[in-house]
């Protein structure tokens, strides 16, 4: 079973009320919403749903006006990031991971327009549960 852990990162105060918590960010500070999964990213072996999963994370900044979704898969040093942002002439843009990037937290691969699969070299990653008997092992 894997077990997720939900953090949030914000510069004012945190109020929790029951099973949710809200918190405020003034001014020019980001706030922070992350999702983790600790046994994944210490290496510590996971079954079930969201297992290959490290961590999610979401950054609102006002300072760049910008909001920035990066999840982190494998490699728990790195992450995939999608930004979106607005432009000093107020135009939106839309930063996406792609095959080619010069650094990459994993390589990639167009599967269909839109859509991305992740690659081992040139076959496709596939992300099993470390005791997963139909898994293969080489």
Same mark, same amino acid.
């Given at each position: ?8 990162? &914000?510069?004012?105060?945190?109020? +929790? ?15 922070? &919403? ?9 290496? &510590? ?21 910008? &909001? ?13 990031? +999608? ?44 992300? +099993? ?10």
């Amino acid at each position: 079973m894997t077990t997720l852990l939900t953090e949030m990162q &914000v510069s004012d105060e945190i109020t +929790v009320d029951g099973s949710e918590a809200r918190g405020a960010s003034y001014d020019d500070d980001e706030t922070t &919403v992350r999702i983790s999964n600790p046994d994944a990213e210490n290496g &510590v072996p996971t079954r079930g749903g969201l297992s290959w999963l490290n961590s999610a994370r979401i950054t609102a900044d006002p300072a760049r006006d910008s &909001v920035v979704l990066s999840w982190s898969i494998g490699d728990p040093r790195g992450a995939f990031a +999608v930004e979106v942002r607005r432009t000093d002439d107020g135009r939106i843009l839309i930063h996406l991971p792609h095959p080619g990037e010069t650094c990459p937290h994993m390589d990639t691969r167009e599967h269909h327009p839109g859509t991305l699969e992740i690659m081992s070299g040139d076959k496709p990653h596939v992300f +099993v549960d470390d005791d997963d008997p139909d898994a293969d092992d080489d």
